[in-house]
């Protein structure tokens, strides 16, 4: 077995009770491949930390409720304190193993919030390059190295969610879509609608929607509305413009409609909004007198 790995205490994976006891600790994290010879673990009564491993290459066998299963690469496996761990790899398989133990108060929430669980999230560079960089700053251990690799940590919940979520869309439809929102972002004043977006993805637009919010987390025509609204706030807060010039440079025909989404996005309506300006403007200008 060939393993690369680093850990918050020179005393290794030992678990240590204050240790739980904070929000989050990150103790070790580290990869291994098995080149010469099988491996496998047995502990019944498993680990008083949580464990997840990410089958970045080949596949690994876990025994999981009293049943062995092959997870093969782009998998992940999650361990609770006290789960039973029995899992074995094989050379044959040339499986490239990452994982990380941690534990804390929040750990339960985190998980839940970005729904971590057994099961194909898909092999992914960007998974790797933070297990990678999680290893470093712990073989390392430079100034506040336990900050960065909880915020790496952090980082690393948030991606693994957000590939279970683009997972029903094809390669092709992703690009199709992050070509779209560079596109609204450059033209968000063109007569956009559902399916004007639809069309530019060659999608139907029932099925856009649903692929746009799956990569997204956001209707498009919910998403398309802020970046406008966004772009108004800018233009009445920076530039000598009526409500009315406003709208109509962020791609609204109607104004009346366009203080409606203003407001219920903002909170306040436009011309509040411009009103704020005029009033720095003053107090600026008073600045200088």
Known sequence: M????????????VVYLEDMEKP?????????????????????AGRPDYQLLYIHKGCGHYCID???QEFPAGSLILYSPSEPQIYSYYTKDN???????????????????????????????????LFDEIILELQLKKPLFQDITQHLFQQLLPQIHRLCLSRS??????????????????QYMDPWDLSAMAKFCSLSPYYFAHQFKAVTGI??????????????KELLLTEDLSVSEAATL???RDPLYFSKVFKKATGSSPKSFHGNRLNFDETFEGTLH
């Not at 729904?115 to 960007?126: A, D, F, K, Q, T």
């Open 2 to 13: 060939i393993r690369v790995a680093g850990y918050a205490r020179e005393s290794g994976s």
């Open 24 to 44: 989050l600790y990150v103790s070790g994290c580290g990869c291994q491949r098995f080149p010469s010879r099988n491996y496998s673990v047995q502990r019944p």
């Open 66 to 68: 009293g049943h062995w």
């Open 95 to 129: 499986p490239l193993i990452y994982w990380i133990h941690f534990t804390g108060t929040e750990v339960p929430a985190l998980l839940e919030k970005y729904g971590i669980s057994n099961g194909y999230v898909g092999e992914n560079r960007l998974l790797k390059q």
């Open 169 to 186: 869309t094809t390669d092709d439809q992703a690009v199709q879509i992050d070509r779209l929102i560079i596109r609204l972002n450059q």
């Open 219 to 232: 209707a498009p025509v919910q998403y398309l509305n802020r970046l406008r609204i966004e772009k108004a």
């Open 250 to 252: 962020v791609g609204y």
